[in-house]
């Protein structure tokens, strides 16, 4: 089945700073990757998504990017906020013609701490 | 509109005892999904249903059932719960064939004594 790694586990950074969280995948039928993040007691909420047809997505400060050969996807936070500070969860999406299809699964998370 | 309802949002349970799990979305997606969450261990996938009257194991699937009831409602069964199911649980759903958002109930906190 799908396996998804995330890392780091946990980045620290200066407000105004850059985060990237890296994300690989391990089966070629993912067609759909989505971030989320997660904020304390809550569930986890998109903050963007990429298709396998699209190499880089961007919406104001976050940018996905996505390696179909190399099977990896990162995120990108530029001009990091205090507000930014929660867990974020890569996710690859199985797509048509397999046998778990429409299957989500999530890397392990990544915990982001932005400093004032 | 609601979104994804899950209830309880906590349950504290003795080892051996049984309960359900209930998930309702109004979003009239065809896909649910059922996550457990831990500590560094990310969202585990235990069952889903990419449309109603399907159901398929995900990655931890051992000691839990599930029930499409109908379109709107997907629960979870523990049989005979054990300390290592202690966990946050998470309900989501998401529209079937689309590359679409998956939505996310507000998780129960589950609790093995």
């Known amino acids: 089945g799908e396996n998804v790694e995330q890392h780091p586990s946990t980045l620290s950074v200066q407000e105004g700073d850059s985060a990237v969280i890296k994300c690989t995948y391990s089966?070629?039928?993912?067609?759909?990757f989505p971030w989320y993040k997660q904020e304390l007691g809550k569930g986890p909420q998109l903050i963007i998504d990429i298709r396998s047809n699209v190499g880089e997505k961007k919406d104001q400060r976050i940018a996905v990017t996505l390696n179909k050969t190399a099977k990896h996807f990162s995120l990108h936070i530029t001009e990091t906020q205090p507000e930014d500070s929660a867990v974020y969860f890569c996710a690859a999406r199985l797509g048509a013609g397999g046998t778990s299809y429409g299957k989500l699964t999530f890397g392990q998370g990544t915990i982001l701490t932005v400093h004032p | 509109n609601a979104g994804v309802t899950q209830t309880p949002k906590f349950q504290v349970l003795k080892t051996g005892q049984s309960m359900t799990l209930q998930c309702a979305q109004d979003?009239?997606?065809?896909?649910m999904y059922w996550y457990r969450q831990d500590p560094g261990m990310g969202l585990r996938l235990i069952y889903y249903s990419a449309s109603e009257g399907t159901t398929d194991k995900g990655e931890v699937p051992n000691g839990y059932n599930v029930s499409r009831l109908n379109k709107r409602e997907f629960s979870l069964r523990l049989e005979s719960a054990a300390p290592s199911q202690t966990s946050v649980y998470f309900c989501?759903?998401?529209?079937?064939?689309?590359?679409?958002?998956?939505?996310f109930g507000q998780g129960t906190r589950l609790t093995v004594v």
């Open positions: 989501a759903s998401t529209i079937t064939g689309g590359d679409t958002e998956a939505f």
């Open positions: 089966d070629s039928a993912s067609n759909y």
């Open positions: 979003m009239n997606h065809n896909s």
